[in-house]
């Protein structure tokens, strides 16, 4: 990689560990994908859940965070992503003081380094909106694919060690989804018919993620007539990101880089796969389980926008919950305070539900928690999440957030044909 | 028998040798792995209720999110990680993680890695020249 004489400073350790670490880390990863130099980038979003971190993580953050302030001050705006203990309300959920402790050592060591304490995956509907063309180092799938698809913005997948990074020096590689060739199209799909809701444009989001072969993938999809909601269009994407783990999709029509099928693609598109009603129905019906047992009704992943937790407190109202299936909202803390100065919050804790901000269900020691709770069978309206729950010994299932709230009141899974 | 060395396109880490681990099958270390008990825990992975801990963990594609990139060092911290990574298609954050846990990594090689390599042969990872070679 061609580093600049500053950049060159920093890999020397001119201006101390930290960035010498940020250096060191871009030229590792950049050569490995045979990045010719850096691109500065202008926002940062990291994740970094006490659960990812573990012990090892956090004695590495403390160590940056020790450092003398000119030293260890990110030189770019810096918000996270969703972090994994509510203070609020860790004890409801029977998470443990080890985790919280360690929770609060990785905050003071963020902060420290002058990181904003977003805590949220939803940035781009509540925080910074990125711009067209703007690079931008983004940790979160979700946060990734919103920003390249629907901004036109330029990221590739920056985790934890390399969005700090990135904070630390402002640059990243120029690699992949920075280059233009990367955000040429390689798959097409049409989709027949509409989704209905958030969970069926996850679902969708899911088969097109699940056709992917490898990171560089970029599916084009045609036949969604009229642009999707923000929150469509981020069920669609986080679970296109989750299943497919790549970052970015073209919607022709709909998203900015893909005004036409020409424009997308370098010669003759590939063939055409369509994306039937039924294939959604599918997709939907692989996750009922045999019988109607419940445990949880979870939504988050990503975490509630304003509109959603509305939604939510309405289906509630009037209702309680069964007092032996617990209801989890998980938001940002922005929304969340929205929440509480609309009464949407009261409402929703009133029925019997429990509304957590700055976290999400999947960053928050979900296997503990489920087993301290007793918690096996989960119903969410996120694709993603039930993508991901498996792998923590939850029998998940995806179905509409009307349906998800339906049976959280009746203590038992309705309206799947059980 | 002539040697078996495989090229990949590019490595990060030390050289190492181990047994390896192998399956047509993708990873996540959040979505895929029990880190506690160092296992495989979805259910639906063909190394599911495997042990990955020192071996030479050999798959198709990275596939999942993000958290690998802190995880692999809190595991390798741990001494409950693999011992390396050999892939046919890393995605950044492979070789992020690998790279701040310095755990050997390659990718993209001249084969599927995965149809050529069995379960339990042993196999040295030398990443600066990107070949694994069975010994």
Redesign the interface.
Known sequence: MKLSDHEQAMLAGAEGPARQYALEQIQRVGTFFGAQDCVEVSQVHLMADPESLGEAGVVFLESLSDLPKEQNRVRVPTVTDPRGVDFEAYKRLKQTDQMAELERRAIAAFEALGVMMTDTCINYQTILPPVKGEHLAFGDTGSSIYANSVFGARTNFEGGPSALAAALSGRTPRYGFHLDEHRRGTKLFEATCRPKGLSDWGAMGAIIGKAMESYWEVPVITGIDGAPTSDEIKQFGAALASFGSTPLFHMVGVTPEAPDLKSVFDSSPPKVVEIRENDVAALVKSYTPDDDMLHVVAFAAPQLSLVEMRTLSDLLEGRKLHEKVALLAATSPEIKSACDRMGITAHIEDAGGIVLSGVCFYQMYAREIGEANGWKRLMSNSAKLVNILGGYGYEPMLASMEQCVESAVQGRITGAGI | MSERIYQGM???GDLVEGEALVAFDNF?A?????R?KGTF?????KLFGESYVGKILILN???????????L??M???DMGPKALILN?????M???A??ANLP?IDRFDVDITSVIKSGERVAVDPAKASLKVL
């Open positions: 590019a490595g990060i996540s959040r979505y895929d792995l029990d506690i825990s979805r259910p639906d992975h594609i990275a596939k999942g999110g993000v958290a690998t990139a802190w995880m060092r809190e390798v911290d741990r298609a890393a995605n950044p954050i070789a992020q993680g790279a701040f990594l």
